[in-house]
């Protein structure tokens, strides 16, 4: 057959002109990542030399907020009655164990509630702690109620926060608890050597109580579904949602699970 009827091989030039285009876009990929990269550095460098401009209006709210806070404290202690509270917390018919989370006050300015929160381990909003229920916590809880929520957990709650955000603190790293042999290393020498042991003592508020809180992590909790239900600055007693509301703690930890 005559040359001038074979087909055009025009496949090698396509090939080339893809393999160029190719090449062109990784180059324009490479160059955009670099500026982005850089742009990132000019951003961090201008935030360290320029500081932030501040309204005063700022400064001066959370002086009267931490000013706020600070009077309520006080009217607080002084109507607590450190009596009634120890004879409420010496009754049999009182539950022993309160579950406390932090729900409220993602800045808070007043310096006595900001070192009770860290004191109950409560140091970011959404910590939860198991606490025994004593007067001196009692007192506690009054002073920062209006950024908590607490109430009287069940057995099967415990269960729950222990198997779905239980970790504990190990060589000052929090630590999934993975196995039996993890809690009997730590906790063996006080009779507790395995995760239903650390239920019982909790639930049961027993001798080990405070050994093993402090192994412990404080529970991250998450935000509980659908939201809030009600206003969150209105106490529970008068159909808001802070403070004590009893075992109703369990309905909402569910949510928030």
Request: aromatic letters at 8%; proline letters at 3%; glycine letters at 6%.
């Amino acid at each position: 057959m005559s040359d001038k009827y074979a087909v055009p091989n025009k496949l090698p030039g396509k090939t080339v002109s893809v393999l160029k285009h190719r090449k062109r876009r990784i180059l324009q990929d490479q160059s955009v990542i670099e500026q982005k990269k850089n742009d990132r550095i000019k951003r961090r460098e201008k935030t360290k030399t320029h500081h932030k401009f501040r309204r005063a209006e700022s400064f001066v709210m959370g002086y009267l907020k931490a000013e706020r806070t600070s009077n309520r404290i006080r009217q607080t202690i002084l109507k607590t009655n450190i009596t009634e509270q120890s004879a409420a917390a010496s009754d049999d018919s009182n539950p022993k164990l309160l579950f406390v989370m932090r729900h409220a006050g993602k800045k808070i300015f007043d310096k006595t509630t900001s070192e009770i929160f860290k004191t109950l381990r409560m140091g970011q909003r959404h910590n939860a702690v198991f606490l025994e229920n004593t007067k001196e916590n009692q007192l506690l809880l009054r002073v920062i109620e209006p950024f908590v929520v607490y109430g009287n957990p069940s057995l099967s709650t415990i269960r729950e926060l222990l198997f779905k955000k239980g970790f504990a603190r190990i060589e000052g790293k929090k630590t999934a608890i993975q196995s039996n042999t993890m809690v009997e290393e730590h906790l063996g020498e006080k009779g507790v050597i395995c995760l239903e042991d650390i239920i019982h003592e909790i639930c049961t508020v027993g001798p080990n109580f405070a050994a093993v809180t402090q192994f412990l992590c404080a529970f991250t909790m998450s935000s509980p579904r659908n939201g809030w239900q009600k206003k969150v600055s209105v106490s529970y007693k008068r159909g808001g949602e802070y403070g004590y509301r009893g075992n109703a703690i369990n309905d909402l930890v569910a949510r928030c699970l």
